[in-house]
């Protein structure tokens, strides 16, 4: 009886730990909200971008390393990046509206490729995906640096571009994938593992 509690505990706790890493950048979305509310970002907003980047790369580490990647947890891991970088791109409209402005056309043609992509999913497969792409972690990487540059120190041109390229391209090959696969599939690398997967379910 003590194994198996001991058992039931460990494994409360291997599940807990990637949920709770994730779990943090769900509460960091509206304190990055309120830090913006007054029309200034500075060290508290990039602080929450680090603490953001890099839990969003240890959670998917530990819960593999932890053999606990499933679904639900994968789900929640995607759920958890579009609510965290929702609130930050409304926090840059806060602060700097001239700059999303001047990027208007970028900026709705990825927030249209990300609604035809999730339309797709929903669609096709009734729920939404969680690929976690090689591109969609590179557009983590360009959204991490030109937010950190816009708010942190007023650096827009070129850097705030880069990811609306990266995102255009990302949101192109997710929604490929998409099509692609037969059926729900998670942690789906680049295009070309999407076109294996459906190769072999014609075996």
């Not at 304190?31 to 953001?52: E, H, Q, S, T």
Request: net charge positive; glycine share 6%.
């Amino acid at each position: 009886m003590f194994k198996n509690s001991h058992r039931d505990t460990l494994s409360r706790f291997r599940v807990a730990l990637p949920l709770g890493l994730t779990t943090i950048r769900v509460v960091l979305a509206p304190l990055i909200l309120v830090w913006a509310g007054n029309g200034r970002a500075g060290l508290p907003y990039v602080f929450c971008l680090i603490l953001a980047f890099v839990t969003d790369y240890f959670d998917g580490v530990v819960a593999r390393k932890l053999d606990v990647a499933t679904a639900t947890i994968r789900r929640y891991d995607s759920a958890a990046d579009v609510i965290f970088y929702v609130a930050a791109l409304t926090a840059v409209w806060l602060v700097y509206p001239e700059v999303v402005v001047q990027n208007w056309l970028g900026i709705v043609l990825v927030a249209g490729l990300e609604a035809i992509r999730v339309t797709t999913d929903f669609v096709k497969f009734r729920r939404e995906a969680s690929y976690h792409m090689w591109s969609a972690k590179g557009w983590n990487i360009t959204l991490f640096a030109a937010l950190t540059g816009l708010m942190g120190f007023g650096i827009s041109g070129w850097l705030f571009r880069l990811p609306i390229v990266v995102g255009i391209l990302t949101n192109m090959e997710g929604l490929a994938a998409s099509i692609l696969l037969p059926s729900w599939t998670h942690d789906v690398p680049t295009i070309f593992h999407a076109y294996r997967i459906r190769q072999r379910s014609k075996r």
